[in-house]
């Protein structure tokens, strides 16, 4: 079985060392997934939603990372939705272990944030919810 093409959602302003530990993570030989895109900041182009939209259905599946401020990432939540519209699995990652970490906007009531430990990770990636 193949590598699981990921998109990773993210508080581009707060988070993006984690992003990077996630991208390093991938790097792994025993990774079960590729890092296929990434969240960009969304002041970057007026149709960066409808390039979200066609990087997220080109993925397998999509790790939102929550941070402390993830509830006001417009961006994350945007990319949230997108992947609900589109039927593309995700989970949601506890980012940071000694803080209070935040849903997006567009997250369910009923999505569990999930503690980001490197067997989860490869768990939830392979569908494990």
Known sequence: MGKKRTFISFDYDHDLDLKNLL???ARN???PFEITDMSIKET???DWKANARRRIKGCDVVVVIC???TDSATGVSAELKIAQEEGVPYFLLYGR???NCVKP???KNSDKMYRWTWD??????????
């Open 23 to 25: 991208v390093g993570q």
């Open 105 to 107: 906007v567009a997250a």
């Open 97 to 99: 272990a000694n803080d």
């Open 120 to 129: 989860n990770l490869k768990l939830l990636i392979g569908g494990a919810r």
């Open 67 to 69: 941070g402390k401020n």
């Open 29 to 31: 030989t025993d990774s």
């Open 44 to 46: 970057i182009a007026r």
